[in-house]
C-alpha cells in the first residue's frame, strides 16, 4: 500500500496538468478567434501624409474630436481601434496644433 499510494498520486497529477495543458491550448485557439473576427486597421502613413499635405494646403482648421472615444493619456493610435478616420482627423489635428485634443 505504501508504495501504490504515491504512484496513483503521481498518476493524479500527470492526469490533472495533461487537463490544464489541453485547457490552455482551448483558451488560447478562442482568443485568437475572437482576435481574427475583428477588423485590423493599419495606420497607412502614405494616405494619412497625403491627407495632411492637402488639408494644409487647402489651409483647412482640423476640428476638435467631438466623439467619446478619446481618453486623457491617449494618443491618436489610440484612435485606431474605433475608426482609420478618426486616427487620420487625430494625426492632421497633432501637426497642426502640435498636441492632442484636449480632454475635457
Known amino acids: 500500500m505504501r508504495i501504490l499510494l504515491p504512484l496513483i498520486l503521481f498518476a493524479l497529477s500527470v492526469s490533472?496538468?495533461?487537463n490544464e495543458e489541453d485547457d490552455l491550448i482551448e483558451?488560447?485557439?478562442?482568443?485568437n478567434a475572437e482576435?481574427?473576427?475583428k477588423p485590423f486597421?493599419?495606420?497607412q502613413p502614405e494616405?494619412?501624409?497625403a491627407y495632411i499635405k492637402e488639408a494644409m494646403k487647402?489651409?483647412?482648421k482640423p476640428k476638435v474630436y467631438t466623439g467619446t472615444h478619446w481618453?486623457?493619456?491617449?494618443?491618436c493610435r489610440d484612435m485606431l481601434r474605433w475608426s482609420w478616420r478618426?486616427?487620420?482627423?487625430?494625426?492632421?489635428?497633432?501637426r497642426y496644433h502640435g498636441s492632442y485634443y484636449p480632454y475635457y
Open 16 to 18: 490533472v496538468q495533461a
Open 27 to 31: 483558451m488560447q485557439k478562442q482568443m
Open 35 to 37: 482576435v481574427m473576427s
Open 41 to 43: 486597421l493599419a495606420e
Open 47 to 49: 494616405k494619412v501624409e
Open 58 to 60: 487647402k489651409n483647412l
Open 71 to 75: 481618453r486623457r493619456g491617449y494618443t
Open 86 to 94: 478618426e486616427y487620420r482627423n487625430c494625426r492632421y489635428y497633432y
